[in-house]
Each structure stands twice: as structure tokens, then as C-alpha cells.
């Protein structure tokens, strides 16, 4: 009799639980599936009314915000409804930012352009933009007047910045001197730069005397303006210009004149057989002496720092110029 009890209660389960099968809740969780490092994610669960939730953390709301993210994690949330749970997990992977290739700082001539480029790699695509300008190219073309810095910020929703800095090189030169010479005559231009290795071209053509072109011989056969181009070792450029004046050909009251010692370590003495104006320039077209001579020796020149020095003797009917040498004493 109790076997034939127990046989007709386990009957009647069975086909309890075949008529009530267990059917746990479908519920979707939603967020953001990747995050840059140290980032928080909001998650949120959604499923059939009247289903329950508990989160990895203990929580029991339908929405869950994570401390900050630093590795790649996995959360889960158990739903239950009806007596029935099922787990949903939800993974959020962390998103390296960009890496940015160092970018070295550039040199850019006074008036003319240079190209900076941010190389990024890592997960793309990327996103650029460029301060000061707002460029949103890799690459830009800068033309600063000032030295400057410049930042990229690259993005692949996590961001990363470089920096880097255009110096503005402007270099400077001057030119030496406008003269007025008798047709058949020459006359020595120079020309110097703040670069001691600055190499100058004249135009148009002028015999180089030394090896940088810095000075030069002319004899034109008319009045002309001579365009000096000074280049340094960056590749920088400036120019200036000279002008000599030719007038008829004259025979000169100032042939006879001596120029003694040159090159000198102490005094230049000059020796002159007519009144006139006795003037020397430096390269820069500076005046450092100035006299009005009669006949006879002047000496000059004991203050003068090493260098080169022009000297015009004024008077009619023609200007006389000589190249001076002072060397380091």
C-alpha cells in the first residue's frame, strides 16, 4: 500500500514539472564595451516585469556603476523571475591610447615654412588636432614668426599628446659699401654674416677673393647694383645690396697713395699726396675714422678690433678704397 502511494506522489511531480517547466528571464545588459584606463562604465540590465537582479557587487538596481576600469574586466548581473535565475556577463576591455612617436624639434628659416608629423600607433583610427591652429591632419605646415611650441593631441577616444618646438632662425648680414669709381677702376665689396661659416653669392658675377666669397673684386663698366646672398650652415638666406657708381674714366690725384703696414697687428699709416677726406668703415658700413688729411702720413687704426676695414680717401676726382687687415693682437 505505502509503495503504491509513493509510486502515484512521484507520478504526480513528474507531471507537475512537465506541465510547470523552469524558464529563467532573458535580460540584456547594456554599456560601454571598452574603456581608457582609469575610466568608470554605467551598466544597466533590462528584462520581464517582475524580474529581480543582483550584481557581482551586491547591488540590486537595474543600473551599476564600476570603479575605474584599469584591466580588462567581466561583471555579471543573476536575474531571477518565477523562482528561475540565469547569469548574464557583460565584458568591458581597456583601450590602450595612442603612442606617439617623439616628434624633434625643427628649425625654420624667418618667412619660410616647416612641416611637423605626429606618428601614432595603437588601436585607430586616430583623431588629431594640433594647438596652437586646430590642424586635424598628421602632418601640418607651420610658419612662425616667434619660437614656438607646438602640441599634438591624438585620440582614439582615449587621448594622448606630444610636444614640440619650431625655433625661427633669422640670420643677419651686412654689406660693404656703395661706391663711386672712375670708369677702368675697381673697387673690393664685402660682405659679412653673424655665421662665421656663412658662404655669400654675388650677383651678378664678382671674382671671389677668399674661400666663403665674402669679399669680392669688381670692375664694371657701368653704374651697378650688386645682390649679395648670404646662406649659413642651416640653409637660412638674406640679402643686400651694393651699388657702385662708375663715372668717365679721370686720371686720380690719389694714385701715389700708400697703405703701410696691411695686414698690421697695431697701426695702419697711410700716405697721401693730395688735401682730402680720409674715412674708414668697418664691414658693416659703420664709420670708426673720420679726418679731413693734407699731404703727408696719417696713423690710424690702434683702437680697431680684428676684422676688415674699408678706407676711402674723399676728394676729387675719384674715391680710393682699400681692404685693411687688423688681425687678433
Sequence with gaps: MRKLILLLLFGISIHALAQNPCAPPVVYVNGTSWKCSGYKDTLRVTGPAGTTYLWNNGRTNTS???GPIFADSTFYVVATNGGCSDTTFFKVTLRTPPTIT????????AGSSVMLRANASGTGPFIYKWMPGGQTTDTISVSPTTPTSYTVIVSNGCKSTKATMVYVYNPSMSACCDATISL?????LAAQG?????IFHWLPYAKCITSTCDSVMVSPKATTTYTIVGTDTIGCQVERLVTVVVGPATTSDYA???????PTGTEFSVYIEHPGIVIVRDVTG???FSEM?????LTFG?????????????GKPEVKLVKLFHPIK
Excluded at 653673424?194 to 656663412?198: F, K, L, Q, S
Design 286 to 288: 659703420r664709420v670708426v
Design 102 to 109: 617623439y616628434i624633434p624639434p625643427a628649425v625654420a628659416c
Design 194 to 198: 653673424n655665421e662665421a661659416n656663412m
Design 256 to 262: 701715389g697713395t700708400i697703405v703701410a703696414p696691411n
Design 293 to 297: 688729411e693734407n699731404p703727408g702720413t
Design 302 to 314: 690702434k683702437d680697431f678690433h680684428s676684422g676688415v676695414y674699408f678706407l676711402y680717401i674723399e
Design 64 to 66: 551599476y556603476v564600476t
Design 184 to 188: 677702368g677702376d675697381s673697387v673690393m
